[in-house]
């Protein structure tokens, strides 16, 4: 059981490639000596490394471990690839329904002919989001977390293995649905950026102030439905600059196109 959050720390992640419609099982585990070691079970071959695995399951493993400090070592290796390729990261966090997945789908269709965008999309369970994905013609890889309520470091690695995605582009990962555990958990990203939308309460930045503190950005969606709902731009933006005067802020909308001008150049400049 996970010290940080309680989410299982030794569950397995399921990660789909839509490509190949393959899915194999992965996990991670760090021994006494410090080494981490992140293996896979693949559905369609069912083979495993027996002397991976005795080392491993016959070791006993405090349930103090720290674990973010062994999330933020492969983080710090996910941060390297990406570096070493010229890959621009970026960690989508949200709440359920704040409209991740329809702002990553139109952000990729306006953007294609300008940037290479691949997606490692996060859900507890179902590709449905990474179909929506799929038919942009972008690269995406399903990670499906089962009880996890985020994605973690190495998710990521190995998500990267299957994405593989090109020199010179921009990967999106958007994370599980959660405004608490994604930000405690590094990825490897360059920056991360959390959505929320005007259906929720303005007061998000001071409920969850954690999240919005370690974003760089924060885009507030759907502000085309303002005339339809309660919800007060200025005193959100108040919160927000009070928890982290340092935050980027964007007004879009996903289904009009309105503010997203701004948030595209941002994403091509950085």
Known sequence: MCVTCGCSDDGEAKITNLET???????????PDGTVITHSHSHDTHIEAPQIHAKIHNTIISLEQDILAKNNLLAAQNRGWFKGRNIL???????????KT???TRTINDLKQQLSISVI???????????KIKETGSKVI???????CHLDASMIERGLQQL????NSVVMIENVGNLVCPALFDLGEQ?????????????KP????????????????????????????????????????QIKIFQVSATTGVGLDNWYKWVTKN
């Open 142 to 148: 399903q990670i499906n977390t089962g009880t996890g």
């Open 21 to 31: 419609d393959k899915a194999e099982h992965s996990h991670t585990h760090t021994l």
């Open 89 to 99: 990261a970026l960690n989508l966090m949200s709440s359920p329904g704040a409209g």
């Open 102 to 104: 329809t702002l990553l």
């Open 206 to 245: 001071l409920k969850y102030p954690h999240i919005f503190r370690a974003s760089d950005v924060m885009i507030l969606t759907k502000i085309d439905l303002l005339p339809y709902v309660n919800f007060d731009v200025k005193k959100c933006i108040e919160y927000a600059t009070q928890v982290n005067p």
């Open 191 to 203: 920056a991360k950026v959390v959505i929320l939308s005007v259906t929720e309460g303005e007061d």
């Open 164 to 167: 593989n995605p090109p020199l």
């Open 121 to 131: 999309e996060g859900d507890q369970e179902t590709a449905n989001d990474a179909k």
